[in-house]
């Protein structure tokens, strides 16, 4: 045995299965520590920066606010209800729209996985409605339904049906062959193999699908709200928005946007949370 | 030689439990009829496991699936006990080859208890049930482990549990173990034959491996090449050690059927 044997410089346990590596505190680097952390420190950055830019630059008040005046306009906002009620009337037609859409979508893809005819039926509606912005019958739906909500939901339901339908179409469609011959084996048939093989079969493709009719029906109600608040019921989050702006309350205009995104960000994480508890676990789709 | 499981019992052996009478079955290719098995006879006895065993394209899987309900004969009938098997159904539980046949939103006893419960077992029973056939597949370990986390032979090992456990009058096994590595592969058919001994199954295998016919089963169904007749039935019942001189015998005399055949494919008579 020799004497730097006895003192090494780095007094580490030979290595034993199961025990946890640990660097050194300063050589610890950006990329070790966990994701949560990581995220929060950077967000808390861009807020100081922020902060910091709109005080030192002197920029007009009217056009840009610093983080604090936005988190107070949302504190008030928050008080005073206009926020919080802004806020659940565009989910409470999102929601309407959506529950429409998904319902639109299960008769379409229980047609389009029956019948040919069916299927011909919804590639075809698909590939000619889906590529429109939704937005864009808006114009169409006022003339059909007037400036009232019953227009936004139609538009909505429009935006959501078709990413759905795409989806959950293509999930039953690449259903793995073999599962589906082992439930006929067990004796499923009709609606009991739907239920029980198919329609679990096709949930990473669901999952997805909900995913993204979500986003398009979010994004579409935002930009729908703009060019006209909720008549008779009060406005949304779009409303909020546009009637701060008229009259250049900028903290508010910033604390709808934040507003929107966080509960865009909320739901992600919803989406997120259910795959991993589903799919995820049970090795439908990869980790991405 | 090492006796690894107690001697076959035959409860009622002379008792045909599958019969294939004539059977000419085909498939449809852009509108023109192929048929795969000519003119196919032979009778699964109770108690038995019977190898039909043939050259690719012989027409053997199809055979299988005629006897599982998903085909139909275009002659002839393929019965069970007596009646057509024209529906699939949980009397004919099918193991197939491919690893992702569970159902990889359940663990590894839903997918024994579910199929169970389908066909109107109450939940204990049914539970009971599930870890019986999970103990005997030596499965225990992974009972609430979810497919994917599974090896593909654990994988195999959870689908004949899973089509013991709804007490078959045959189990048809369509190439289970011919994705799996060599060394699985004969562990997995030692524990098959054990399991197939202890629980008396009825077994219709389709192999294409002489040796696999062999070692696992007491007949073999050898099929010429399509459209496809019955070269031989051949007894190996009781052979399983390949050094036993009776067991080189009837991998020779099995060769050399296919062998002929190959060179004759229209030949019908040999030997």
Redo the contacts between chains.
């Keep these: 045995m020799t004497v730097t044997d006895t003192v090494r410089t780095d007094p580490v346990a030979p290595p034993v299965e199961g025990t946890r590596v640990r660097r050194p505190l300063r050589e610890l680097r950006w990329g070790d520590l966990p994701t949560g952390p990581r995220r929060t420190a950077l967000v808390v950055a861009m807020l100081a920066v922020w902060q910091v830019a709109v005080e030192v630059s002197g920029v007009n008040p009217l056009l840009v606010v610093g983080p604090v005046d936005v988190a107070s306009a949302m504190v008030d906002g928050v008080a005073d209800g206009s926020l919080v009620e802004a806020t659940l009337t565009t989910l409470k037609i999102l929601l309407t729209a959506m529950a429409i859409g998904i319902a639109v979508a299960a008769v379409l893809t229980t047609l389009a996985t029956w019948t040919k005819l069916g299927e011909d039926l919804l590639v075809l509606l698909t590939s000619m409605l889906n590529p429109l912005p939704a937005i864009a019958i808006l114009p169409l739906a006022i003339l059909w339904f007037g400036l009232s909500s019953t227009a936004l939901i139609v538009v909505i339901a429009n935006a959501v049906v078709w990413p759905i339908s795409i989806n959950v179409s293509q999930g039953f469609r690449t259903a793995?062959p073999?599962?589906v011959?082992?439930g006929?084996?067990?004796?499923?048939k009709g609606w009991?193999l739907v239920r029980?093989?198919l329609m679990?079969s096709a949930?990473p493709h669901t999952i997805s699908g909900l995913k993204t009719g979500w986003a398009f029906g979010w994004r579409t109600i935002i930009a729908a709200e703009l060019v006209f608040g909720v008549a008779g019921e009060g406005g949304g989050l779009g409303f909020y928005i546009n009637n701060a702006r008229y009259f250049l309350r900028t903290p508010e205009v910033f604390a709808g946007l934040v507003t929107i995104a966080l509960i865009g960000i909320l739901l992600d994480l919803a989406f997120t949370a259910l795959e991993r508890r589903?799919v995820l676990?049970?090795?439908?789709k990869a980790e991405s | 030689m090492t006796t690894l499981a107690p001697p076959r019992e035959k409860p009622g052996t002379d008792v045909s439990m599958l019969s294939v009478e004539h059977a000419q079955i085909g498939y449809v290719v852009d509108g023109v009829r192929h048929v795969a098995v000519g003119d196919v006879s032979f009778e699964v006895r109770r108690g038995e496991t019977t190898m039909l065993l043939g050259p690719s394209g012989c027409g053997k899987s199809t055979l299988l699936k005629t006897a599982?309900g998903?085909l139909h004969p275009w002659q002839g009938t393929v019965t069970v006990q007596g009646r057509p098997t024209s529906k699939?159904?949980?009397d004919?539980?099918?193991v197939?080859q491919?690893f992702?046949?569970?159902?990889?939103?359940r663990t590894v006893r839903d997918n024994l208890v579910?199929?169970q419960r389908?066909?109107g077992r109450d939940k204990a029973e049914a539970r009971r049930r599930a870890d019986e056939y999970l103990e005997l597949m030596h499965l225990v370990p992974a009972a609430d482990r979810?497919?994917?986390?599974l090896s593909g032979g654990m994988k195999q090992r959870v689908a004949i549990a899973r089509a013991l456990a709804?007490d078959p009058d045959v189990l048809l096994m369509d190439e289970p173990f011919g994705a799996l590595d060599a060394q699985t592969r004969s562990r997995l058919q030692r524990e098959l034959k054990d399991v197939a001994a202890r629980t008396g199954v009825t077994v219709l295998f389709v192999t294409h491996s002489i040796q696999e016919a062999v070692y696992v089963g007491d007949t073999v169904v050898v099929l010429s090449t399509p459209p496809s007749t019955v070269l031989d039935n051949v007894d190996v019942a009781g052979l399983d050690d390949p050094a036993d001189p009776a067991f080189t015998d009837a991998l020779t005399r099995l060769r050399a059927l296919l062998a002929h055949d190959d060179h004759e494919p229209a030949a019908g008579a040999f030997e």
């Design positions: 793995n073999t599962v011959a082992v006929r084996n067990i004796g499923l009991r029980d093989v679990p949930l589903t676990r049970w090795g439908m | 599982a998903f699939p159904g949980p004919r539980a099918v197939f491919e992702d046949q569970l159902f990889p939103w579910y199929p389908v066909n979810y497919p994917h986390q709804l």
